[in-house]
Every structure is written in C-alpha cells, then in structure tokens.
C-alpha cells in the first residue's frame, strides 16, 4: 500500500473517531453505525489477511464497539522509507508496530505516552509488571509502546518450535530409522550419508544438503550457531556466562571456529549449496519450497510460511545440536520479554482513549478467547470438563486458507498473551491444545514424534525458562544506534561479518582466512565497546 492510501484511512479515523473510549458491550451488541474503526500499519508482511467483512472482527467490534483496518507492508514496499514519510509529513495512522524503525519513530516524536492514561485501563496496565514495564520504559520514564509478543499467561503451551534449531527433514530422519542426533559432527554426517544415497530428489532435482541465509539481519543463521552449540540460550547478542555473570563474544570462542572449520569443510564437500551466499531471502524461500533443501539452520517463525505447500515427508524438525556429546542445549525458551519493539499509539490519533479502549478489551477474557478460538459451537466445542475441542468440520475449517480469512480475526500484532485461555484450563489457541496439535499432524510427523517418545515439536529440545533479570540481551543491543560508540561497533561488527565470513566457509586455506577475519575484527570493528557496554547492561540489570 502506498503512503498516500495510508493517510487517507488515517484521516478517515480522524472522521470516524472522536469521544471517550468504550467498555465491553453486552451480548446485544452494538448498532454497527455507532462502531468506531481505527487505523494501524504493520511494517512486516502478511500473507494470511482477513477481508473486510470478516464475521469474527464483525462480531468483536459489535461487542466492544470498534474494530481496526490493519495495513500490512506489501513485498514491493520498504518500511524505511515509508516511515521517514510519515515523518516528514508528521501524519500516522492510529496504530504503529515497526520494529527495525522503532527508534526513529520514537525520536520524531510519534508515540503518545501511555503510562500518561493506563490508569484507566487496568487490563493493559495489568498487562506486565512493574518491573517488567520498568524495562520498557525510556529514559525519560515513559512507556511508548507494548510488547506484543512477550507475555505467557501461566506457562508456556508452544506446541511448535518457531526460534532457532538445527532443522533437518523428517524423511532423512525416517530414511536413518530416527537415530538420536545431538552433535555438530552427527548432524552433518546424516546429511552427507542421505546425499550419497539419494542425490537427487522425489521432484528430480538435486538434493541440496545444507543451505544457509546470510540477507541482511537474517545472516544469523550464519553466525550465531556458537552460542547454541555451546549450551547457550538465545541472548543474540552475546554469551553470558550464568555463573559469573560476564559477557562474552561468541564471534571469538573456540567453538565458532570448530563451527566454521566445520562449514568449511563441507562446502568442500559440495553439501552446501554453492549460492548461499549470494542469495536473497527471496531465492532461500523458493529453494526451501522446491522440498530439496534437507537441513539448515534458522528460526521457523522466518521459513515457516514458504514451506506451508511441501510435503508431509519434507517437513522439518528441529534438533538441539551441540559441539561436543553430553553437553545440555537451550534452544526453546518461554516468550522473551522483547523491549525494542511492541505496539504503539501515535500523536495522530484524535481519540486516544478510545484506541487504548479498545486495546484494553482486545486483553479482556472474552475477547481473547473469541481473537484466539472464535465462537463457541461455531469455531470450536466444548465437553463437559470445559475442554475445547474442534470437531472434524471445525478443524477443517481452522486450517482452510479461505475460511479464515472470512471467518477468523486474532488481531496478531495487538497485545495478547499466549501460554493459558484465562479460563485456566484450555489453551489459549487451537494449535497450542496438545491433543488438537497432535491430531493434525500428518502420518510421517506422528511416525517421528512417537520414535523419539514426544509429541510435540517442543518436546524436540530442552525446554529451558530463562529468569535472569538481563535475558535476552538481543532486546538490548536492538535499541543501539549508529549515534553512539557501541552503536557504531555494533554496525562495525556487523559489516565485517558480512564481508569476511563466506569467504572463510568458501576459502580453500581455512586458517589463513581466518586469521584474517579475526585480526580485522579486532582492529577495525571497536568491538570491546560493544561488549563492555553489554557488560554494563548486565551489572545493571542484577543491580535491580
């Protein structure tokens, strides 16, 4: 959508919006003329959109009294300049969530402060702690925006992996009779003996064995594996040592070099593809689709929608890999409180309490169960223990493309809370309902789970929950900008990798290529800035 189309649905809620927001209507609803609409962008892709007479955004707004005309960024789009747009114009739509330009829609002033109302608005307000909002807040101690995907209600009910693995196809596991794979050297082993037998694919075309995605901010399939294959959770931007609480560049340990040696050695071998490193994420989706590419790594919330069309034999699972046998992984862990993105409200708006109104009963129980599992006896059933089930029809009817798009409204990038239903005793989605999970997968999946004695996805990995007050440092670093040292040696950091780490996977003297990544990594990138402001971050956070 073009900016011009998006300041016309933003003024259309300035027509549209006006008085004091709503509370929760009863049953009977609302007249649909009385019904306010606002307006939001999304700067990420969708392709999974609801049409506009979709009857469960129908049936919410009749109940609260307002809905919101979500506007997602097109794929010939770029968020950046869309944003600096809106800047210049200073004119947004009611609703903001744009990660990779937070900070700059933060320093033009485009948020309001929403501590400033919350009072009025206990579901929100309630929506994290206080210490947890103390995170969120910016130095000049408001809080601009909402977490969306952070917060579990109970605990954690994920049923899919959708962070970080090692994933290989379940027919090279099936072909292998499900052996347990836990390190670096196994891992790659099964790939290299499943190519030798079966070059070419079901489709005709070559197997590619290992593939790797180095686009942009994506390339952290390539260079973050060290700090996995170390027993190490995902802080992104870092190792922290548990015991001693010290930060350490996982860039330079001992196991990203056997991580790279390793790499090295099998592009030699010709069990990478050759093109990774010149890919688009565009081509890396197209390749995954073609069912040919048998193991990578990557996180699922990044290649799952290109391999919705596979099938059953080449879908992926994930697998903990570490460097050495014995050593314990964290590769799933319970939502992270992200504090660099989340859900704001813009200086635009002519009705800000009826757009935290409205946000306020998106949290409300009901409305969460109807975002998430839709009507009862329509969208779902319920037995006489108040378990919710899906019938057959119903269940064909949640994963019909179509359907939903007509008929389900879960507004995803608003706050919600994942983990529990408020009702203790369901799930807070279908698809996180262990028994509704298990019946939709395919026979080959189900084969699997039950060669390794689970059930889910999750139960793959180690299910690690992490408590320490500075998890995960990713949040952190994501806030730095270029306008600071450790900012800029972060950019530093990251253009050095960008140049030096394919040529040492594709180098045909390892240890040459790689003392020279280290030395310019040392010398040019100010690295130890980057680090001793992490440091700070961390002797901060235990200070709390």
Known sequence: MNIKKLFVLTISCFLIGGIAGCSIKKSDGVNRDDIKTYTSFFAVSNKNRITNNNRLKNVIAEKIGAKCDETWLEDNENAADIVDKMIIANEYPDFLYDAAEHQKLLDA????????????????????????????????????????????????????????????????????????????????????????????????????????????????????????????????????????????????????????????????????????????????????????????VDQRWNYGPAIDDLPEESTYVPLGIVVKEGMKEQYHSEAALNVSEGLGISVSCKDVKGALQFVDDLLSPEIHTLRFWGQKDIDYSVDAEGKFYLTDDQDKNYNAKSYVAENRCDYSYFPYYRGMDKDGINAFAPAYQPYEFYKTLCPIMQECFSAYNVQTYVEMLNKSKQNEPWYPMWSYAN??????????????????????????????????????????????????????????????????
């Open 109 to 296: 002033g485009a948020y309001i402060a929403i501590d400033e109302y919350w009072d009025d608005y206990k579901n929100i307000k309630n929506y994290f702690s206080e210490e947890e909002w103390s995170k969120i807040r910016e130095d000049d101690g408001h809080v601009y925006i909402i977490p969306v995907f952070s917060n579990v209600n109970m605990y954690d009910t994920n049923t899919m992996h959708d962070d970080e693995a090692f994933w290989i196809q379940v027919k090279v596991l099936q072909w292998a009779g499900y052996p347990k794979i836990t390190t670096l050297d196994e891992y790659f082993d099964l790939i290299e003996r499943y190519i030798r037998d079966n070059p070419i694919g079901e489709n005709g075309s070559k197997n590619i064995g290992y593939e790797i995605l180095t686009d942009g901010y994506l390339y952290f399939c390539l260079e973050n594996p060290p700090q996995f294959l170390d027993g190490y959770p995902n802080d992104g931007a870092c190792i922290v040592d548990p015991d001693t609480h010290k930060v350490i560049d996982y860039n330079t340990t001992d196991t990203a070099k056997k991580w790279f040696k390793k790499l090295n050695d099998e592009y030699k071998k010709g069990i990478i593809d050759p093109e990774c490193f010149v890919m688009t994420k565009e081509q890396y989706y197209d390749k995954l689709k073609t069912g040919n590419v048998l193991g990578m």
């Open 479 to 544: 806030t730095f900008t270029d306008e600071t040292d450790y900012g800029r040696a972060k950019t530093a950091m990251t253009n050095i990798k960008h140049e030096y780490l394919p040529k040492v996977v594709m180098s045909d003297d390892f240890e040459s290529s790689w003392d020279e990544y280290i030395s310019v990594y040392k010398k040019e990138s100010n690295f130890q800035a980057y680090y001793n402001e992490l440091q700070n971050f961390v002797d901060k956070s235990l200070k709390k």
